[in-house]
């Protein structure tokens, strides 16, 4: 059973950086790159959004526009880990990040923007970004 854990969160001022980790565990490091992995978020009050940035399972990977310039995503194989590097971190921001993972995701492209669905989810991480 794939499982996942976020980790990282915290409270930041704005311009301020965070790095979050979703370590996953239920398969090998070999099956490790067959899933995309990618976080996504929840402001308070708010839906869940789209995805914010992903690891596809080609190596890939994609950002939202409103993160791009400021998020990275990377991946330590080794350690079955996903890192969300987050700089310049603005209020809006702020959001119960969760990562999830799936071996065959259901991707929706559209123009400025790919929808993705995952399968396996583990418990977010908050992320309070100060003004």
């Known amino acids: 059973e794939v499982q996942l854990q976020a980790s990282g969160g915290g409270l930041v001022q704005a311009g301020g950086s965070l790095r979050l980790s979703c370590a996953a565990s239920?398969?090998?490091?070999?099956?490790?790159?067959?899933?995309?992995i990618g976080w996504f978020r929840q402001a308070p009050g708010k839906e869940r959004e789209g995805i914010v940035c992903?690891?596809?399972?080609?190596?890939?990977?994609y950002c939202a526009d409103s993160v791009k310039d400021r998020f990275t995503i990377s991946a330590d194989n080794a350690k079955n880990t996903v890192y969300l590097q987050m700089n310049s971190l603005k209020p809006e921001d702020t959001a119960v990040y969760y990562c999830?993972?799936?071996?065959?995701?259901?991707?929706?492209?559209?123009?400025?923007?790919?929808?993705?669905?995952?399968?396996?989810w583990g418990k977010g991480t908050l992320v309070t970004v100060s003004s």
């Open positions: 992903i690891r596809n399972n080609d190596g890939s990977t």
């Open positions: 239920g398969f090998t490091s070999d099956d490790f790159d067959d899933y995309a």
């Open positions: 999830a993972a799936d071996r065959d995701p259901e991707i929706i492209t559209e123009p400025g923007h790919i929808y993705y669905t995952l399968e396996h």
